[in-house]
């Protein structure tokens, strides 16, 4: 069931002309939660589909353990998948749907009934069993596909966005869910997302993808903190991205705005981007180091925090997340901390 190496070696995929996705290259180790992350288009599911076979590779190899597997039919492989539109037997009830991969491999009544006892268990749906995919939740739906999946005991799950069809209350309590059953299971799994939060909580390692091509792979903290470019920053929440000019070794200057103390190593002079997150912004007390003065345009109502955009001298817009009760037309005194912001090329 388990492995020790999944090797991904240069894997491309083309389309015609278009390179979907570009030698990509990752070791996922065996009892690893890796999440691939990008906006749309960007070629998570290319990735995913070239793992599960559906799709053949135009480069690259893919090995298990160190042989070959980018060769073999989907069903080979010994993986199993989970698709964003569930993909269940409408004419077929949970218990069946649980059951067909197992039938399709001719595995003996007594064995078979016995996994799908324990898979529905696992996701819940014992008492579901009798009912029909049309008579169940989205979030049972989810599981059953789930149940479906993991039922075959794969050696890989692959997750292609399985949340994205559910209302928010149901993502979060799925996300647990799938966490929890890949520990518990021990499993092996990828799972493609374009949103940064469920990858940040769920995954081991992130891969963050553009256009076929990594920008950053890391643990969620190195992400996070550390984000590779001014793309990643944005996909992490560095929403504030701003054109400035160094002007000294720590000094960044544009719209209006002077920063000091910050330092990034290579980028001395001309322009660059500084990124910081809406919530290191304050309401600054006076005037001193690293403040600007900005006009509040939009305040939205986030419970005890005001998500608020204000417009720099410059006419860019600063985008800031406080405790603070501000309202349109105010002239506020925004204070962002040295260390918060980070500097990249443009
Ligand atoms: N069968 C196909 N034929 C031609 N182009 C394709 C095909 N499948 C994907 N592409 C293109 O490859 C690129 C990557 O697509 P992919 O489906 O991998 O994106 P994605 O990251 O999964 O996006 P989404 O979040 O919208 O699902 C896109 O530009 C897409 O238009
Ligand atoms: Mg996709």
């Known amino acids: 069931?388990?492995?020790?190496?999944?090797?991904?070696?240069?894997?491309?995929?083309?389309?015609?002309?278009?390179?979907?996705?570009?030698?990509?290259?990752?070791?996922?180790?065996?009892?690893?939660?890796v999440a691939l992350l990008g906006p749309s288009g960007?070629?998570?599911?290319?990735?995913?589909?070239?793992?599960?076979?559906?799709?053949?590779?135009?480069?690259?190899?893919?090995?298990?353990d160190g042989r070959r597997i980018d060769t073999l039919p989907p069903e080979k492989r010994g993986f199993g998948m989970v698709f964003q539109n569930y993909a269940l037997f409408p004419h077929m009830s949970v218990r069946r749907n649980v059951a067909f991969g197992l039938s399709m491999r001719k595995v003996a009544r007594a064995e078979r009934e016995r996994r799908v006892d324990e898979a529905l268990r696992l996701v819940q749906l014992t008492d579901h069993a009798t009912k029909f995919p049309a008579q169940l939740s989205g979030g049972q739906q989810q599981r059953v596909a789930i149940a479906r999946a993991i039922v075959l005991e794969p050696r890989l799950v692959l997750m292609d966005e399985p949340l994205s069809n559910l209302d928010a209350a149901l993502r979060l309590e799925m996300r647990s869910e799938i966490r929890r059953l890949h520990q518990t299971l021990g499993l092996t799994t990828v799972y493609v997302t374009h949103d940064q939060e469920e990858a940040l909580a769920l995954a081991d390692r992130l891969?963050?993808?553009?256009?076929?091509?990594?920008?950053?792979?890391?643990?969620?903290?190195?992400?996070?903190?550390?984000?590779?470019n001014r793309y990643v920053a944005g996909f992490m929440g560095y929403r504030n991205l701003l054109p400035v000019t160094m002007s000294t070794q720590d000094t960044v200057v544009g719209n209006g705005f002077t920063?000091?103390?910050?330092?990034?190593?290579?980028?001395?002079?001309?322009?660059?981007?500084?990124?910081?997150?809406?919530?290191?912004?304050?309401?600054?007390?006076?005037?001193?180091?690293?403040t600007v003065r900005a006009a509040v345009e939009i305040v939205?109502?986030?419970?005890?925090?005001?998500?608020?955009?204000?417009?720099?001298?410059?006419?860019?817009?600063?985008?800031?997340?406080?405790?603070?009760?501000?309202?349109?037309?105010?002239?506020?005194?925004?204070?962002?901390p040295r260390e918060r912001v980070l500097v990249f090329a443009p």
Request: charged share 25%; aromatic share 4%; proline share 5%.
């Open 1 to 33: 069931m388990s492995f020790a190496e999944l090797h991904i070696d240069r894997v491309s995929r083309a389309f015609g002309e278009h390179i979907a996705l570009r030698d990509l290259e990752l070791t996922i180790k065996g009892g690893e939660f």
């Open 42 to 64: 960007c070629g998570k599911s290319t990735a995913l589909n070239c793992l599960a076979g559906l799709l053949p590779l135009t480069g690259g190899q893919i090995l298990l």
């Open 207 to 228: 891969v963050v993808l553009r256009d076929g091509l990594v920008q950053q792979i890391g643990s969620p903290e190195e992400v996070y903190a550390h984000p590779a």
């Open 259 to 290: 920063l000091a103390g910050i330092n990034r190593d290579g980028l001395t002079e001309g322009g660059a981007v500084a990124a910081f997150r809406p919530t290191d912004v304050t309401v600054a007390d006076a005037d001193g180091e690293n």
């Open 300 to 336: 939205e109502y986030h419970g005890r925090e005001q998500a608020v955009e204000a417009r720099l001298p410059g006419g860019e817009p600063l985008h800031v997340r406080t405790e603070s009760r501000l309202a349109p037309g105010d002239e506020v005194l925004f204070h962002v």
